[in-house]
């Protein structure tokens, strides 16, 4: 079992920053491949970014491209997602998930693992 818990969320102002930050426990981090997902009201969970065990491969969905930087410490068995240039759009709850697979990968149905959720909201 793993347990997944998400902080960093807050307000922001239109074109700011945020990093969220995602603290695993319960087997060993290096061992999975993690990502980052969000769902705003009244909308599907989506897919943002996703990173795989070592941290050598990284994908993003092409909204945050150049925004969003995914990034892992597996001294610290933690998950990060710095964004910068926030819209109001990017406004959602974020999840962070994980997988025993290796590759990074874009579908919500692969995750074995969820956190609660973190809100972000971006004024205009």
């Known amino acids: 079992q793993v347990q997944l818990v998400e902080s960093g969320g807050g307000l922001v102002q239109a074109g700011g920053s945020l990093r969220l930050s995602c603290a695993a426990s319960?087997?060993?981090?290096?061992?999975?491949?993690m990502g980052w997902f969000r769902q705003a009201p009244g909308k599907e969970r989506e897919f943002v970014a996703a990173?795989?065990?070592?941290?050598?491969?990284?994908t993003y969905t092409d909204s945050v491209k150049g925004r969003f930087t995914i990034s892992r410490d597996n001294a610290k068995n933690t998950l990060y997602l710095q964004m910068s240039s926030l819209k109001p759009e990017d406004t959602a709850v974020y999840y962070c998930?994980?997988?025993?697979?290796?590759?990074?990968?874009?579908?919500?149905?692969?995750?074995?693992?969820w956190g609660q959720g973190a809100q972000v909201t971006v004024s205009s």
């Open positions: 319960g087997r060993t981090f290096s061992s999975l491949a």
């Open positions: 998930a994980a997988r025993l697979l290796n590759n990074p990968g874009r579908d919500r149905n692969e995750y074995d693992y």
């Open positions: 990173i795989s065990r070592g941290g050598g491969t990284t």
